[in-house]
C-alpha cells in the first residue's frame, strides 16, 4: 500500500504475477541474492505531486531448502517524492526506455521497458511508442496489451495517436484490434465515441 503525508492509505489494484516460471517459485543459493523489479504504476493509479510511503512486504515467508519457513515477512518502507509535470524530463525517460528496447539483448528488460513506456502520462511518449512498435524488437504486443489493460483515458489517446501515425499495416491492424477491444470494454461513452470515430476513419476506402 502507499500512504500519503497525511496518513491516508491508497490501496492499490491487483499486481500482475510475477513470471517465476512454471512452478511460480524461485530458487536463491546461499549467500546469493535476487532482484525483482516492479513498475509501481500497475499497481496504483497516477500519484498527484507530493510525498508518499510505499509499504512494502512479502506475501508469503521465504523457505529454506529443508522445509524451515522463516518469519522475514516483514514490511518496509521506501520514501516517494512526486514533483509536478517536468516535460524534459519526461522526455529524457521516454528516450531511455526506448533505448533499452532498441539496444537490450535480454527480452525480460526490453518487455519491461515497453510496458513502463506505456505508463507516461502524456501525449509525448507517442512518437517513442511508435518507434518501438516498428523496431521488430518483440515488444509490439506488450506495448498495446498493455495500454489495453489500462483502459483509460491515456490508454486510448496513445492508441488513438498511434492508428493516425503508423503507415505499418501489420502494427496498424494491431493498434485497431486493441482500440475495438477498448471499444467493447469501456463504459465511457466519450472514449467509446472517440474510438468509434477513429476506426470508422480508417476503414473509409482511399
Known amino acids: 500500500e502507499i500512504r500519503k503525508s497525511d496518513s491516508t492509505i491508497l490501496k492499490g489494484n491487483s499486481p500482475p504475477e510475477p513470471d517465476f516460471g512454471s512452478t511460480g517459485v524461485i530458487r536463491v ?27 512494502v512486504g512479502l506475501k508469503h515467508p521465504v523457505v529454506t531448502q529443508g522445509s524451515k519457513k522463516t518469519s522475514n515477512t516483514g514490511i518496509s518502507a ?13 522526455a529524457s525517460m521516454a528516450e531511455q526506455l526506448l533505448g533499452t528496447i532498441l539496444t537490450n ?3 525480460d528488460d526490453r518487455w519491461f ?30 506495448l498495446v496489451d498493455t495500454l489495453v489493460e489500462q483502459a483509460n483515458e491515456n490508454a486510448v ?39 468509434k470515430s477513429t476506426l470508422i476513419l480508417h476503414k473509409k476506402p482511399n
Request: charged letters at 25%; a positive charge; hydrophobic letters at 40%.
Open 29 to 55: 543459493d546461499p549467500l546469493r541474492t535476487f532482484n525483482y523489479t516492479v513498475l509501481v504504476s500497475e499497481w496504483f493509479p497516477p500519484l498527484s505531486p507530493g510525498e508518499y510511503t510505499l509499504l
Open 78 to 90: 521506501l520514501q516517494l517524492s512526486i514533483g509536478g509535470k517536468d516535460t524534459g524530463r519526461l
Open 105 to 107: 539483448d535480454r527480452l
Open 113 to 142: 521497458a515497453a510496458r513502463s513506456l506505456t505508463y507516461v502520462q502524456d501525449p509525448l511518449v507517442i512518437p517513442f511508442i511508435e518507434r518501438a512498435m516498428l523496431a521488430n524488437r518483440s515488444v509490439e504486443q506488450v
Open 157 to 195: 489517446s496513445i492508441l488513438i495517436g498511434l492508428a493516425k501515425k503508423m503507415t505499418d499495416r501489420k502494427s496498424l491492424l494491431t493498434v485497431e484490434f486493441a482500440l475495438e477491444t477498448l471499444k467493447r470494454q469501456l463504459q465511457d461513452v466519450r472514449l467509446k465515441d472517440q474510438i
